[in-house]
């Protein structure tokens, strides 16, 4: 049996846009940006969900119009090639598993031990491998935990005392459209909706819904969160890389610490869950070996263990910072692949206005060359490598 099951409805599929969201972003990636540009993070988070908008429409379109696992991999294969592709699927690869690297690190530092994350990263892959619907199930007791947390988050900052004395970094221009590359990739998980296409049903009416409930929901949150973040800043000068940094050894402070703890591993285990869906699509077009397009009682196991393997492995850069910023240049990258593809719908598949596309494209092209360089030159590299990859692969097969 090579096909997976249509388990997701509308509300299923939400939720495991929202667990794949909720977690790194929330928790970490505003309180860094905060470092970028102070209190204009408030402006940088709703600019970063536009920009997530538009390519969130264009995902949603590609999804109805093509519903199999893969996401952009397969859309991109359809719509522009193979060579276009194989990219996006590289780069999907290279940005989630980097994003799942992170929220493994910030879970682990929760608990305080350097060995911490790869033994999450094993329970989360175990947990995975056993199936969609008991996934499904343990994502809406975390994304419970998870809203509740960020709530709680919010009305501690509400409540902190104080004039407003301190105003942060100064907020240029590069360094804000820096912060919103950097929460762009805070929205993205709504692309796991579509990544797993093959799994939702009625999916030309589901996955557009779910897309944009998800990111409204998610905006508002993050929103709220970067105010909270600026008034903890400015009232008492708090700051960190976390929002449990942030709120260290304040009364109520433990329901953010239990919150992160529950984002952190719903991402890790929403980022297994469409990271495996994309070594199967690639191991079933021949761009990765055959092995990873094995289904087992509608799970595919292997290529939920190699995810596991390299999420695993990411882990070992130790530093949320770098993994973050590496996960963001792969993550624009892939999206602008994702709206080329967009482009090229038919007039009878497009839902959505054609510049919506434009727009996407455009702005992730943009946003990308306001990264670190030093990061942006790494991310070049290993993406050759991928490249190179498929040039000896391909070649490989067909003698």
């Known amino acids: 049996m090579s096909e997976l099951r249509r388990e997701l409805g509308l509300p299923g599929a939400v939720i495991t846009g929202l667990g794949s969201i909720l977690g790194t972003g929330a928790f970490v990636a505003i309180a860094i940006a905060h470092d970028f540009v102070g209190p204009l993070v408030v402006v940088a988070a709703p600019v970063a969900g536009l920009v997530a908008t538009f390519n969130g429409l264009s995902s949603a379109a590609l999804a109805s119009a093509h519903p199999v696992a893969g996401g952009t991999y397969e859309y991109g294969t359809k719509y522009l090639g193979p060579w276009p592709g194989f990219l996006a699927g590289w780069l999907f690869l290279l940005a989630k598993s980097a994003s799942a690297a992170t929220a493994a690190l910030a879970l682990g530092r929760l608990f305080g031990f350097s060995w911490a994350p790869l033994v999450i990263v094993v329970a989360m892959t175990a947990l995975v491998a056993t199936g969609l619907r008991r996934t499904t199930a343990v994502n809406l007791i975390l994304i419970t935990i998870t809203i509740t947390g960020l709530v709680g988050f919010v009305v501690l900052a509400a409540q902190v005392t104080g004039s407003a004395t301190n105003t942060g970094p100064s907020g240029d221009w590069p360094s804000l459209l820096e912060a919103i590359a950097f929460l762009f990739v805070a929205y993205t998980g709504y692309g796991r909706i579509a990544t797993m296409g093959e799994e939702v049903r009625d999916p030309a009416k589901t996955i557009p819904r779910a897309v944009i409930v998800t ?185």
């Open 215 to 399: 990111l409204a929901v998610t905006a508002a949150l993050y929103t709220s969160i970067a105010w909270g973040v600026s008034r903890f800043w400015s009232r008492s000068g708090r700051t960190g890389e976390t929002l449990t940094d942030i709120v260290d050894g304040l009364t109520g402070s433990q329901i953010v610490v239990v919150a992160a703890g529950a984002a952190m591993a719903g991402v890790l285990l929403n980022l297994i869950l469409g990271l495996s869906r994309v070594w199967l699509a690639m191991g079933r077009r021949g761009d990765m070996p055959s092995a990873l397009a094995r289904v087992t009682d509608g799970s595919p196991r292997v290529a939920v263990i190699v995810t596991g393997v390299a999420i695993g492995g990411l882990t070992l850069l130790g530093d949320l910072r770098v993994a973050w910023s590496f996960s963001a240049f792969s993550v624009l990258l892939y999206y602008a692949v994702t709206n080329a593809a967009a482009l090229r719908l038919s007039p009878s598949e497009r839902r959505f206005p054609r510049w919506t596309a434009w727009a996407g494209l455009t702005s992730c092209l943009f946003l990308a060359l306001w990264l670190d360089p030093a990061v942006v030159g790494v991310s070049l590299v290993v993406i050759a490598s991928g490249l190179v990859w498929r040039a000896i692969w391909t070649q490989r097969a067909r003698t």
